[in-house]
């Protein structure tokens, strides 16, 4: 994927947060202050306005740059979270000219302990590292078996998806939701679903 191809996913990531709003702040009214939908749709309603900007910037910056861009607009947890998501992300694909799975991979782990440091947190916590870290996993375990990327993008939104299912039946110990304690089972959590969501984007763009 090139720089021009990850400009435009992230005008469709941009638009698929916007569309979810209502749902993804639903979701957080439920177990936590109702603001995860505002929240994303701000931040990525500022990426957007600068994605013009960074056409002639190599895949990583444009990461780097989004990264950045939500750390400083979004309010909530989610967005210093999300935001050093992308920016270790980009970190990874340093110099490169496009983005290549195992690269990816790289960036994604990278991505992951990014935010277990700066959350605190670990999986099984009902955050949306349940549905990132089976994700990375079920993306690498497809890419080693056939070196097929829409493949395994599709296997990774699969079990992202029984990721979001899996934060149902735990109680939230990490963030708002967890001063609900048990009576945040039942339900799901709003960062592994809008994280679901943006992967699906990826594995569509394919
Ligand atoms: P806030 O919780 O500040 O209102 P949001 O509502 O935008 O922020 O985001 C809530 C989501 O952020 C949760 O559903 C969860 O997935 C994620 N989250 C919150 N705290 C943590 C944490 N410490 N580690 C990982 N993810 C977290
Ligand atoms: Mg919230």
Do not use: C
Request: proline fraction near 2%; hydrophobic fraction near 40%.
């Amino acid at each position: 994927m090139n720089t021009q191809q990850l400009i435009a996913l992230m005008r469709r990531i941009a638009a698929k947060v916007e569309e979810e709003k209502a749902f993804l702040t639903e979701l957080d009214n439920v177990i936590g202050d109702g603001d995860h939908g505002i929240n994303l749709a701000r931040g990525f309603g500022e990426v957007e306005k600068k994605l013009d900007t960074l056409a002639d910037k190599e895949p990583g910056d444009v990461l780097k740059s989004v990264g950045m861009t939500l750390v400083s607009t979004v309010g909530g947890a989610s967005g210093p979270l999300y935001g050093t998501g992308f920016m270790k992300l980009g970190a990874a694909l340093k110099g490169k000219a496009d983005i290549a799975v195992p690269d990816f991979l790289e960036g994604f782990q990278g991505a992951i302990e990014g935010i277990m440091q700066r959350g605190r947190s670990t999986k099984g916590e009902k955050t949306m590292l349940d549905a990132m870290i089976p994700a990375k996993q079920a993306i690498e375990d497809s890419w080693s078996g056939d070196h097929n990327a829409k493949a395994a993008f599709a296997a990774g939104v699969a079990a992202a998806k029984e990721g979001v299912e899996y934060t149902k039946t735990i109680a939230a110990t990490k963030g708002r939701a967890s001063y609900l304690g048990e009576r945040s089972i039942g339900h799901q959590d709003p960062g592994a679903t809008s994280f679901t969501m943006m992967l699906e984007i990826v594995g569509d763009a394919l």
